[in-house]
T-cell receptor, first 112, second 115 residues
Framework: TQLLEQSPQFLSIQEGENLTVYCNSS?????LQWYRQEPGEGPVLLVT?????EVKKLKRLTFQFGDARKDSSLHITAAQPGDTGLYLC????????????FGQGTILTVHP | NAGVTQTPKFQVLKTGQSMTLQCAQD?????MSWYRQDPGMGLRLIHY???????DQGEVPNGYNVSRSTTEDFPLRLLSAAPSQTSVYFC??????????????FGQGTRLTVV
């Protein structure tokens, strides 16, 4: 049972387009993290959202935590080929980051 | 800055063989975890540890053993390898901090093939 449903699984877009990745759950999480993973490497943290309704911006990336802390979204504006990679959402309960629940991941390809 | 170091990077095993995947971190983190990554399934937690001498099962623990005798090391043992254990394995460590400033640091992974 996947507790965090991430969609879409694959996204192939042209440079300059906008996109949104969704991460949904029926469970409440203390915090939601987004990671990015390059081929042959481990995931690297992009952002952590903690408060319901919180919005965080990282250059062209905007992250939002749902009001009920059950869902999150990642929006990329004007995507660039350098954004290509695997994006993963992960939920934590309490402060135990040793026990993360991951979504299935979204493979993003941005074509020049 | 070594961070989290996993060895080996690649391994091929025959069905029934046993082996140990090594993981070491030099950040003095309390938490360490093992995940496996399969296509379309994200990362799934195998075992985790909240400190030396303390381990617990994750979502998919069957066929794997762990121990945590030191803060730095958290090896993962495959007792009798099966083709279903073909996967990429990631070790991660994190410290106990506030919700906002704690992140998991991952190793580069071990790609395991069981034939």
């Amino acid at each position: 049972t996947q507790l965090l449903e991430q969609s879409p699984q694959f996204l192939s877009i042209q440079e300059g387009e906008n996109l949104t990745v969704y991460c949904n759950s029926s469970s409440v999480f203390s915090s939601l993290q987004w990671y990015r993973q390059e081929p042959g490497e481990g995931p690297v943290l992009l952002v952590t959202v903690v408060t319901g309704g919180e919005v965080k911006k990282l250059k062209r990336l905007t992250f939002q935590f749902g009001d009920a802390r059950k869902d999150s979204s990642l929006h990329i504006t004007a995507a660039q080929p350098g954004d290509t990679g695997l994006y993963l959402c992960a939920g934590a309960r309490g402060t135990s980051y040793g026990k993360l629940t991951f979504g299935q991941g979204t493979i993003l390809t941005v074509h020049p | 800055n070594a961070g989290v170091t996993q060895t080996p990077k690649f391994q091929v095993l025959k069905t029934g063989q046993s082996m140990t995947l090594q993981c070491a971190q030099d950040m003095n983190h309390e938490y360490m975890s093992w995940y496996r990554q399969d296509p379309g399934m994200g990362l799934r937690l195998i075992h985790y540890s909240v400190g030396a001498g303390i381990t617990d099962q994750g979502e998919v623990p069957n066929g794997y053993n762990v121990s945590r005798s030191t803060t730095e090391d958290f090896p993962l043992r495959l007792l009798s390898a099966a083709p279903s254990q073909t996967s990429v394995y990631f070790c991660a460590s994190s410290s106990q901090g506030t919700l906002r400033n704690t992140e998991a640091f991952f190793g580069q992974g071990t790609r395991l093939t069981v034939v």
